[in-house]
Structure formats: C-alpha cells, structure tokens
C-alpha cells in the first residue's frame, strides 16, 4: 500500500490510546524497562527451534507503528525461513566478510572487533530459525507507476529497526544485527526491486542452551557519558 499522501489536506482526529501515569508509577515503569532492555544481548549460537509465525508477525506490526518522515514508513521486512535461501545467504555474506577481514577492513576497526571474537564463519545464518532482512526504500511509487521522494529514510528505517529488537527481545527472542558490506546480494536472495537497500539482516530464535556471549558486549556507557542536561 503506497502511502503517497501530496495534496491531501490534514485531517485531526482525537488522541487515543494515550495513558498517563502517576510519576512513581511512571518512574517504576522507566525502570523496569531498562532492567528488562538491559538483559538482551548479541546472541551468535543459536538453537534450531521454530519460532511460531504469529510472534514473528506481531513483532513486524510493532516495527511498523515507528515514526517516520512524513508517515512514509520507508522499510520493507522479508522474513525468510527457508532453508536453501539461508544457505544462499549464509554464502554470499561469508564471502563479503572474507573479503572484509582479509582485504578491506582497516587495522583500528579489526581492533575494536576483536574482543567480540568475530570472523569471517557465519554459522548462525543457517542455524537461527528466522533471518529479516530490512530494508529502506529510497523512494516510493504511485498507483500511477510515478515515484516519488521519501525523507529521513536512515532515520524512519533506523527507529523502525529499533522497535523490531525491542519487541523479539519482550517476547522472549534473541537476536543479532548482522551488517555484510555490501548487502546488495540480499535484493537478489530476497527478491526486492532496485529501489530498496538492505540494511540490516536481523538474525533471530532462542539461544542455544550452553550458548555463550562476549563479556565486552555487555560493557556499557554509563548514563554520564550517554547524556547531558541542559
């Protein structure tokens, strides 16, 4: 469904669904949030297991409720469960991230990536149950066939991806933003028109039962060094 909107006149309607809340209450929930976000991490092993479609589905409609520019939603989700498709991806991304740690990737940034352990192996892409594969459309296209321009996609597609997370991580999921560069491989594996670019293919499923984590992925900033008042 495009949602060109040009010409059309503002039309207000009541604001509903909002609710607010005492501050303790407000403030007990701020917390309780930040101790729940705080326990998701990057997960690479993952177990097998299906995930039920309808968990995948309600997180991709919470996605979709993101803020955008101009209420574009510029952002197109490809779930993919097959298996020769994984394979396809696993291979393609493989191969750029060979290049990437043999060729291309300076020595500061494979310092910062070494105490995460990372290579070029990618096992995870065929192992966890689900891949997203996001991707922001640079424009969109009428019912006439004409484009037309879309506005802070980065931003839309990055807030978007952001509610994604948040949502696999409250049902119970764990996830892991892969970012192969380039991507362009996955419009193929995917299907999507040149008018897209993959950004980020978001791996996600349970984590294997003796499955381990980076501890320096679990260092983070200190509110100080994250923010300020002014």
Same mark, same amino acid.
């Given at each position: 469904?495009?949602?060109?909107?040009?010409?059309? *006149?503002?039309?207000?309607?009541?604001?509903? %669904?909002?609710?607010?809340?005492?501050?303790?209450?407000?403030?007990?929930?701020?917390?309780?949030?930040?101790?729940?976000?705080? &326990?998701?991490?990057?997960?690479?092993?993952?177990?097998?297991?299906?995930?039920?479609?309808?968990?995948?589905?309600?997180?991709?409609?919470?996605? %979709?409720?993101?803020?955008?520019?101009?209420?574009?939603?510029?952002?197109?989700?490809?779930?993919?469960?097959? &298996?020769?498709?994984? &394979?396809?991806?696993?291979?393609?991304?493989?191969?750029?991230?060979?290049?990437?740690?043999?060729?291309?990737?300076?020595?500061?940034?494979?310092?910062? !990536?070494?105490?995460? %352990?990372?290579?070029?192996?990618?096992?995870?892409?065929?192992?966890?149950?689900?891949?997203?594969?996001?991707?922001?459309?640079?424009?969109?296209? &009428?019912?006439?066939?004409?484009?037309?321009?879309?506005?802070?996609?980065?931003?839309?597609?990055?807030?978007?991806? %952001?509610?994604?997370?948040?949502? !696999?991580?409250?049902?119970?999921?764990? *996830?892991?933003?892969?970012?192969?560069?380039?991507?362009?491989?996955?419009?193929?594996? /995917?299907?999507?028109?040149?008018?897209?670019?993959?950004?980020?293919?978001?791996?996600?499923?349970?984590?294997?039962?003796? /499955?381990?984590?980076?501890?320096?992925?679990?260092?983070?900033?200190?509110?100080?060094?994250?923010?300020?008042?002014?």
């Amino acid at each position: 469904m495009s949602t060109f909107s040009e010409g059309k *006149t503002a039309v207000l309607e009541p604001l509903a %669904g909002y609710r607010r809340y005492p501050a303790t209450e407000m403030c007990e929930k701020a917390r309780a949030f930040y101790v729940d976000i705080a &326990r998701r991490r990057t997960v690479r092993d993952f177990d097998t297991a299906e995930v039920p479609r309808e968990v995948i589905e309600h997180c991709l409609l919470a996605a %979709g409720t993101a803020p955008s520019g101009a209420n574009q939603q510029p952002w197109f989700f490809t779930v993919i469960t097959d &298996r020769s498709r994984k &394979r396809q991806i696993r291979e393609a991304a493989e191969a750029e991230e060979r290049e990437f740690y043999a060729e291309r990737a300076p020595q500061e940034w494979l310092d910062a !990536l070494a105490p995460l %352990g990372t290579d070029a192996s990618k096992p995870f892409l065929e192992e966890a149950p689900v891949l997203i594969a996001i991707f922001a459309q640079k424009y969109g296209v &009428r019912a006439d066939g004409k484009r037309f321009s879309h506005y802070y996609v980065p931003e839309s597609v990055g807030i978007a991806a %952001g509610f994604l997370i948040s949502a !696999l991580h409250y049902a119970g999921l764990a *996830t892991l933003t892969h970012t192969p560069s380039p991507m362009g491989f996955l419009n193929k594996v /995917c299907d999507r028109p040149p008018s897209e670019k993959a950004v980020v293919l978001l791996v996600t499923g349970y984590p294997k039962a003796d /499955c381990q984590v980076p501890a320096y992925g679990g260092v983070k900033k200190q509110l100080v060094e994250i923010s300020s008042w002014l």
